[in-house]
């Protein structure tokens, strides 16, 4: 079952304003991912975390993988319109097993 | 490069009608093959996944079938379609570390 929460739910920003968004677990995680999913299309893997602490950028993002091992973050910096889109958690655990968060609906208003 | 297809890339079909939707991948071998839906936009639930040829996986009991006739080729089957079947489906792939789970295009089936 879904073991990953993911906040805030959904994102309604200005252009060019920073965002941040999360994910949380009870339970610890060895990898973290972030995807980005654009409207009728599959995710596409954005970030991967593979050590507590880790802090990872790719251009405007950036992701960490939190020292509990039970959280990540994602931040964008400087939204822009093509930033919209559905941005997915996923966490790996001991023994192969992968969930999925919940999804953050992100709409960037030029 | 590596590259996965879906097709069709949207189906509409009646209720009590079969399914096939087809995911293949290019560019690499003995890939492990994932079948999720998608419904309304958001989550991804986990339907069938294969480590290999014939060797398939359900997560959870529904109204579909998978088979992998081939290495690199994956098919999402139902005898007999439900509305509830609509959905947003995709194929996934990866060399056996879940964290390089690469996605296709998706197939969007509306079930009437």
């Known amino acids: 079952g879904q073991q990953l929460n993911q906040s805030p739910q959904s994102m309604f920003i200005q252009e060019g304003e920073d965002v941040s968004m999360n994910c949380t677990s009870s339970?610890?995680?060895?990898?973290w991912l972030w995807y980005k999913q654009d409207p009728g299309e599959g995710p596409v893997l954005l970030i991967a975390?593979?050590?507590?602490?880790e802090l990872t950028s790719n251009g405007r993002l950036t992701a960490q993988f939190g020292t509990t091992r039970k959280d990540s973050f994602l931040n964008i910096s400087a939204s822009i319109p093509s930033d919209v889109g559905i941005y997915f958690c996923?966490?790996?655990?001991?023994?192969?097993?992968?969930?999925f968060g919940t999804g953050t609906s992100l709409t960037v208003i030029p | 490069s590596q590259t996965i297809h879906q097709w069709p890339a949207t189906l509409v079909q009646p209720v009590g009608s079969p399914l096939s939707l087809e995911c293949t991948v290019e560019?690499?071998?003995?890939?492990?093959l994932y079948w999720y839906r998608q419904a309304a936009g958001r989550g991804l639930q986990l339907l069938f996944y294969?480590?290999?040829?014939?060797?398939i996986s359900s997560e959870v009991p529904q109204n579909l079938s998978a088979s992998r006739p081939q290495d690199r080729q994956f098919i999402l089957s139902s005898k007999k379609l439900l509305l509830s079947d609509s959905g947003f489906y995709l194929c996934?792939?990866?060399?056996?570390?879940?964290?390089?789970?690469?996605f296709g295009p998706g197939t969007r089936l509306l079930v009437l």
């Open positions: 996934a792939w990866d060399r056996g570390r879940r964290e390089t789970q690469y």
């Open positions: 339970s610890i995680f060895n990898t």
């Open positions: 975390l593979y050590k507590a602490g």
């Open positions: 996923a966490g790996l655990k001991t023994g192969n097993q992968f969930y």
């Open positions: 560019g690499t071998s003995n890939p492990n």
């Open positions: 294969s480590i290999g040829i014939d060797q």
